[in-house]
């Protein structure tokens, strides 16, 4: 290429040397300023003639350089240029390189924000959403590409959250307590650095609704097991107390240690139950299954409440098919003492207890059906909470824990069932679903 321009441009000069000589000789131009005038028009003639070839090359050169294939190590290439192209070819390959580097890391960081549970967004340095997962878009009810490339502060408009933002583009780490869509989220804002510059912002939900219930529950737990625990220890106390400083009159002793007893025998009940449930929460239970004849067990529980139903002058009646089932015959025991001991409790003198047992499909179903004053309708839904009264007073004549219902909830589920409760003004039906093929 070199060669062809220095030929072209010397041919110039010796053309137009040529014709300046040749002008200047056919009209014998002698005059000085004649002379200098022609070679002035021939040496422009000459540039301009020199451009025109000048711009043809550099066109070539140029269509040559855009149309060349840099991925074809074949393609044809100047001389003068080929260590140009070799460079550009190096820098290429080592841009495919980086993008190929950022790309993975990219799909890397994708990946795994997609697959945490907990909500994540990558901001930019203008709280521009870079990254955003699935975890996080059931938070905002928006889908992640919805959110993408949108400010922060447009898709979050709770001025706390966006005070944590502002926060943390100022540096400083963040958390909070969020609420929406009936869940509640602890939300952590870090800055991210570059070169010591704050380059953006990471926001990360962990959904705490779960542990903020149960830390309530346990509360409300706490709570009622003290208060529970206070009303017969005080009455121990008390008692006791008269008995030992000898203020109780000697005809009184035997009802104060009776009393004393009954008091001890329902703290010794509530701790019982209370232990049964945390055995539940635990998980702390053996899988001792075994076939039984459940009505045979149903027989053997009425006839161990015989006394208290004729206490109350309530009638017990069982009633259904006989069967086997392969369960946990302990826990039937007690969730079948529970039923019945309720239904007689909370009876009206006169009063009957049906106990049905039937079987629908892989489930063995009981039912116990009282004719009490039945549970308000605004409070059925409640009745399996531990310690929850539908009237306070009515459990303090029966003696109740307030946590019979719920272990029959769990002894339930814990056979992969279910319970069932209808209630009117002159009847309780609660059903239970336990699945005869045991626990798997």
Do not use: W
Not at 163 to 188: A, D, H, L, P, W
């Amino acid at each position: 290429m070199k060669r062809r321009i220095y030929l072209s441009m010397l041919i110039i000069i010796v053309v137009f040397s040529a014709l300046t000589i040749t002008v200047l000789s056919v009209f014998r131009i002698t005059d000085m300023s004649a002379v200098y005038a022609v070679i002035v028009i021939m040496t422009a003639l000459s540039l301009c003639l020199a451009g025109i070839i000048s711009n043809l090359l550099t066109n070539k050169i140029i269509k040559k350089l855009n149309d060349y294939d840099f991925d074809n190590d074949d393609a044809f290439v100047y001389d003068e240029f080929s260590y140009f192209i070799r460079r550009v070819k190096r820098k290429k390959r080592k841009l495919e390189k980086n993008i190929t580097l950022l790309k993975n890391r990219t799909d890397t960081i994708e990946a795994i924000a997609e697959d945490m549970r907990e909500g994540v967004i990558l901001l930019d340095r203008n709280g521009i959403v870079l990254i955003a997962n699935k975890s996080v878009s059931q938070v905002f009810n928006l889908n992640p590409q919805e959110m993408l490339r949108k400010n922060i502060l447009h898709i979050c408009r709770d001025i706390e959250f966006q005070q944590g933002i502002k926060k943390c583009f100022n540096g400083e780490s963040t958390e909070m307590k969020f609420e929406r869509n009936k869940r509640i989220y602890n939300v952590f804002f870090n800055p991210s650095y570059i070169n010591d510059k704050i380059n953006g912002t990471v926001v990360l939900f962990f959904d705490v609704t779960e542990k903020y219930k149960a830390e309530k529950h346990r509360r409300e737990f706490s709570a009622n097991v003290s208060h529970e625990l206070k009303t017969p220890l005080t009455t121990i106390s008390a008692l006791s107390e008269m008995i030992e400083n000898g203020m109780a009159k000697e005809e009184d002793v035997k009802e104060f240690a009776e009393k004393i007893s009954a008091q001890a025998g329902r703290l010794l009940d509530i701790i019982n139950d209370i232990i049964r449930l945390s055995e539940f929460d635990e998980g702390d239970i053996k899988n001792e299954h075994n076939s039984f004849d459940v009505y045979a067990l149903a027989e053997t529980v009425i006839a161990g409440l015989m006394e208290n139903a004729n206490d109350k002058e309530v009638v017990v009646e069982l009633s259904g098919d006989k069967f086997d089932i392969r369960a946990n015959m302990t826990m039937l025991d007690e969730l079948l003492y529970n039923l019945i001991d309720n239904g007689i409790k909370y009876n009206k003198p006169q009063g009957r207890v049906h106990v049905t047992l039937s079987k629908s499909g892989e489930f063995c179903v009981i039912s116990v059906t009282d004719t009490g004053i039945g549970i308000p309708k605004e409070h059925q839904k409640r009745v399996f909470e531990r310690f929850y009264r539908v009237d306070k007073s009515r459990n303090k004549k029966t003696g109740g824990t307030g946590l019979g219902l719920s272990i029959v909830k769990h002894i339930s589920e814990y056979h992969h069932g279910r319970v069932e409760l209808k209630s009117d003004e002159n009847s309780t039906t609660i059903t239970c679903y336990i699945k005869s093929n045991g626990v798997y």
